[in-house]
């Protein structure tokens, strides 16, 4: 079973960095996967963030393009990052890793429901 778990958040200023990380255990290396980020803040729904296919390459949510990137471990390929910059209070959010295990059409998924397995989360908190 793959199972994500997310690990690297923090508080942090607005204005400043974070880079969150998430590692699908088990099988180190699968290659149709798809592995996403979404957010949730306080009282509003889920959000896509971003995620990195093997098809489609990475594609991100309006409000965090030109901020965010997400990138594969160099050594790890079961293991994506999250580098955010330039925080903003409004990136104030529980973080989720997801994997999509079902095959990756190069679509850029970004539903929840497309999404199999999903973290814990990590929670990131921007102060003003």
């Known amino acids: 079973q793959v199972q994500p778990v997310e690990s690297g958040g923090g508080l942090v200023q607005a204005g400043g960095s974070l880079r969150l990380s998430c590692t699908a255990s088990?099988?180190?290396?699968?290659?149709?996967?798809?592995q996403g980020w979404f957010r949730q803040a306080p009282g509003k729904e889920r959000e896509f963030v971003g995620a990195?296919?093997?098809?489609?390459?990475?594609?991100y949510a309006d409000s965090v393009k030109d901020r965010f990137t997400i990138s594969r471990d160099n050594y790890a390929k079961d293991t994506v990052h999250l580098q955010m910059n330039s925080l903003k209070p409004d990136d104030t959010a529980v973080y989720y890793c997801?994997?999509?295990?079902?095959?990756?059409?190069?679509?850029?998924?970004?539903?929840?429901?497309?999404?199999?397995?999903w973290g814990q989360g990590t929670q990131v908190t921007v102060s003003s």
């Open positions: 997801a994997v999509r295990r079902r095959g990756d059409w190069g679509l850029r998924y970004s539903a929840g429901s497309e999404f199999d397995l």
């Open positions: 990195i296919s093997w098809v489609s390459g990475t594609f």
């Open positions: 088990g099988p180190t290396y699968i290659s149709n996967t798809v």
